[in-house]
């Protein structure tokens, strides 16, 4: 059975703190996704990596950096915390190749920053 | 990424079916594809269809494709309790097989 798992289900920060997020897999994926989930908006890709060390820009990848030093683990940082970063934040994980692109989600982090 | 489209809410009574229907505008994509987020949970691959193909069936599921109209619909036969969730329709493309573009999402509610 495939697993992706989150650092925590529910955040609460402040406006300003540097926020970490992280996600680990155990499939022995390559690509690694984070998403961010609104009403009415639904997901949308902040960032994603291919490999170790190597990362790509999403559709909304502003206010947000990522780090993926090992394989299984990749990591979303809000360096500057603000209110309209709360939200509610999905990992997700692939095999790489072409076909169909089952992707594999977390549980999600649930963020409120005051 | 390109706008998909879905209507917020439906909902159905228990033993009816659903159908939740989806719009995009980028006629490139190669495959499509419908996943469903339970409550408190990620998402999970339900179904898929591949570009070329116009219907799919899979146990209560159907997927009709009409690529002329760029519109998706999932049919869920005998809709159950266990089938209230939100529904995304996704479209994935030839060249960057690795992401998925979504759509807003279509919450199903089923009622007794």
């Known amino acids: 059975d495939v697993k992706v798992t989150q650092s925590s289900r529910y955040l609460v920060k402040r406006t300003g703190e540097k926020v970490f997020l992280e996600c680990v897999q155990d499939m022995d994926h390559e690509n690694m996704f984070w998403y961010r989930q609104d009403p009415g908006l639904g997901l949308r890709l902040i960032y994603f990596?291919?490999?170790?060390?190597?990362?790509e820009k999403g559709d909304i990848p502003e206010g947000y950096s990522v780090s993926r030093e090992k394989k299984e683990r990749f990591s979303l940082i809000l360096e500057s915390a603000s209110t309209n970063q709360t939200s509610m934040y999905l990992c997700?994980?692939?095999?790489?190749?072409?076909?169909?692109?089952?992707?594999?989600f977390g549980p999600g982090t649930r963020l409120t920053v005051l | 990424g390109e706008d998909v489209e879905q209507s917020l809410f439906l909902s159905v009574r228990e033993g009816d079916s659903s159908v939740i229907n989806c719009t995009y505008t980028?006629?490139?994509?190669?495959?499509l594809y419908w996943y469903k987020q339970e409550p408190g949970a990620g998402l999970q691959l339900l179904t898929y269809i591949f570009s070329n193909m116009d219907m799919k069936q899979d146990q209560r599921l159907t997927v009709l494709l009409n690529k002329k109209d760029k519109h998706l619909s999932l049919r869920i036969a005998d809709t159950q309790t266990g089938d209230s969730a939100i529904y995304f329709c996704?479209?994935?493309?030839?060249?960057?097989?690795?992401?998925?573009?979504f759509g807003t999402g279509t919450r199903l509610q089923v009622t007794l």
């Open positions: 990596s291919y490999d170790v060390k190597m990362k």
């Open positions: 980028d006629s490139s994509s190669t495959y």
């Open positions: 997700a994980s692939r095999s790489r190749g072409g076909g169909i692109n089952e992707q594999f």
């Open positions: 996704a479209e994935s493309f030839s060249g960057t097989a690795s992401k998925l573009t």
